[in-house]
């Protein structure tokens, strides 16, 4: 009893330190069923405590009120990272949190890529197939208004990226790629809209390199006589398909992309561009003819005249 007495406050002390260390694991470790390999989505614009209640409801973390209270701790209350994050194995409290504010979501960068004439539109259904959090319309949204400056390429976005973020990141390949070819444009007597527009024509209607050039000059020598395009490719982005061979119907489509009824360059680009048919619009193959097709054999058939275009089709189309 002397002992007891002697050092009552050496057992006070421990039991305070027991129970402190106690409560410590019951608020702060993670709970016992804590889902190992289990993806949380954390949606954007979710407040911290709509946030700290999913994570508990998820078994991430054992308690939401610590959770919103080390936040409010640290600062970063109000910058919780929205995006999908992967749990491996149990995290303690400060762990979670951490990652929550530091936006360390643990799976690796998404690798997409946007092969060259692909339209926003094709690219949205691309983006939503590895981006889930991510719609076709609220990607097309941001980034049909820049059709044919998306440059096509391969990208790694992370989980957690939007449609935003995502069209800044083509955009500025695009404005990378193309200020190296500032000097070659002005030189060619056109604007880089005018460029842009006439490279998704030829990056859509050309089938192998070699012919890109030769397309170019003979759309440009259309527009110096005033002649229609007659681009078939505009019809596939017209009515949104993959194939656009017309149908007499669709050569009366009253549309401004229409190129059989309307002379001059469409109104926009048709598709995205690659390097090679923005330097082909840019550097045209200086030549006479006027007409072009694609024949059965794979193959671009070219002619100065119409008789000579009849001839080709009759020939090569069968």
């Given at each position: 009893m002397d002992f007891f007495k002697k050092h009552i406050r050496w057992v006070f002390a421990f039991a305070f330190t027991m129970l402190f260390v106690g409560?410590?694991?019951?608020?702060?470790?993670?709970?016992?069923?804590?889902?190992?390999?289990?993806?949380?989505?954390?949606?954007?614009?979710?407040?911290?405590?709509?946030?700290?209640?999913?994570l508990a409801d998820a078994h991430i973390i054992a308690h939401p009120v610590p959770f919103q209270l080390?936040?409010?701790?640290?600062?970063?209350?109000?910058?919780?990272?929205?995006?999908?994050?992967?749990?491996?194995?149990?995290?303690?409290?400060?762990?979670?949190?951490?990652?929550?504010?530091a936006g360390a979501y643990g799976i690796p960068p998404i690798r997409l890529t946007f092969p060259?004439?692909?339209?926003?539109?094709?690219?949205?259904?691309?983006i939503t197939q590895a981006l889930?959090?991510?719609?076709?319309?609220?990607?097309?949204?941001?980034?049909?208004?820049y059709e044919g400056y998306l440059f096509p390429d391969t990208y790694l976005f992370s989980p957690?990226?939007?449609?935003?973020?995502?069209?800044?990141?083509?955009?500025?390949?695009?404005?990378a790629k193309?200020?190296?070819?500032?000097?070659?444009?002005?030189?060619?007597?056109?604007?880089?809209?005018?460029i842009v527009i006439m490279a998704s024509l030829i990056e859509r209607e050309a089938r192998a390199v070699a012919d890109r050039r030769m397309i170019a000059g003979i759309l440009w020598n259309r527009l110096k006589l005033g002649m229609p395009l007659q681009v078939d490719a505009v019809f596939g982005y017209i009515f949104n398909r993959n194939t656009y061979p017309p149908s007499l119907a669709d050569l009366k489509v009253d549309s401004p992309y229409n190129t059989?009824?309307?002379?001059?360059?469409?109104?926009?680009?048709?598709?995205?561009?690659?390097?090679?048919?923005?330097?082909?619009?840019?550097?045209?193959?200086?030549?006479?003819?006027?007409?072009?097709?694609t024949g059965s054999d794979d193959l671009m058939h070219y002619a100065t005249t119409y008789v000579a275009h009849k001839a080709n089709r009759a020939k090569y189309l069968q």
């Open positions: 409560s410590f694991q019951v608020l702060f470790s993670s709970p016992a069923d804590f889902p190992a390999g289990s993806m949380i989505n954390i949606p954007h614009g979710a407040s911290v405590p709509e946030i700290a209640q999913q080390l936040l409010r701790a640290s600062g970063r209350s109000t910058r919780v990272q929205a995006g999908a994050y992967l749990f491996n194995s149990p995290e303690n409290l400060f762990t979670v949190a951490y990652r929550l504010a060259e004439g692909e339209t926003a539109r094709g690219a949205a259904a691309r889930p959090n991510i719609s076709e319309s609220e990607f097309l949204s941001v980034a049909q208004p957690s990226s939007d449609a935003e973020f995502i069209v800044r990141q083509m955009r500025a390949n695009f404005n193309t200020v190296l070819l500032t000097d070659d444009i002005i030189a060619s007597g056109h604007s880089l809209s005018e059989y009824l309307h002379t001059g360059l469409p109104p926009g680009p048709i598709a995205n561009p690659g390097i090679e048919s923005l330097q082909a619009a840019i550097s045209p193959a200086k030549t006479d003819y006027l007409y072009y097709l």
